[in-house]
């Protein structure tokens, strides 16, 4: 049952192939995936009656991956090999694509310099970011799932509980969010000026896929990993 007061983030855990429509409709499903349904609707302005046909109609689809029945160290995988390292690479690549293109055109688009400050600053807190998650906190999700296999106590950890590392990655998730949408501004959402090149294009489509793929990538943090790894902690601990 698909329901206007149901949140968003609900919405995509139950249906993962959700992510289409709201990345379609620009729903913000990651950070913002706590607010109902009606509300996200309202705040996109996009008709409700309208999403929840294209939600119906979604679940007549196949092949769609059940992240929330994942094993935590399945998810952890997944999420390092499908997108921290696409985010890795695409950060190389953004940013020699924007240095050339700024380079060109950026005397006739000053809103490319804005743009490449933003990106500049995105990566800059993406990588610590993604550096802290690989080596502290997803390995202690990972000991987390062997001890509640094996019946033993939880792992110790210098963070104390899994939820205080998990509040500042959530926040970190936040910052990334608004510079996205910062970015989407400055570029009104990646329209291609009709003065300029095959460069400045590709760019443009090669930011609004990184933005997509950020957003499923924060998302299964946010709202499978993340709360899995904390109500486990809490059931070693009982």
């Not at 196949?62 to 999420?79: A, E, N």
């Not at 709202?223 to 601990?237: K, S």
Request: aromatic fraction near 8%; hydrophobic fraction near 45%; charged fraction near 25%.
């Amino acid at each position: 049952m698909i329901n206007s007061g149901t949140t968003v983030k609900d919405l995509v855990v139950q249906m993962p192939q959700a992510t289409r429509i709201f990345e379609k409709f620009k729903i913000d499903y990651c950070c913002g995936g706590h607010r109902p349904l009606i509300e996200a609707c309202a705040s996109a302005g996009v008709d409700l009656q309208e999403i929840e046909q294209l939600l119906a109609s979604s679940v007549k689809e196949h092949d769609v991956v059940d992240f929330d029945q994942m094993r935590l160290p399945t998810l952890i995988d997944h999420i390092l090999t499908r997108h921290h390292v696409f985010t890795k690479d695409e950060m190389v690549r953004l940013t020699a694509l924007l240095t050339k293109v700024v380079s060109v055109h950026g005397s006739n688009h000053p809103e490319l310099r804005e743009v490449n400050a933003l990106f500049e600053r995105l990566c800059a807190d993406l990588t610590p970011h993604m550096f802290k998650e690989e080596q502290i906190l997803f390995p202690y999700i990972v000991e987390l799932e062997r001890a509640a296999v094996h019946k033993f106590n939880a792992p110790l950890a210098p963070f104390g509980k899994v939820k205080f590392p998990v509040s500042m990655m959530m926040r970190e998730h936040d910052v990334a969010g608004e510079i996205l949408r910062e970015i989407r501004k400055a570029t009104r959402d990646y329209a291609v000026p009709a003065d300029v090149c095959i460069s400045y294009q590709t760019l443009y489509e090669a930011l609004e896929a990184f933005e997509q793929d950020l957003h499923q990538h924060i998302h299964l943090e946010n709202n499978i990993l993340f709360p899995r790894a904390i109500e486990l902690e809490g059931m070693i601990a009982a």
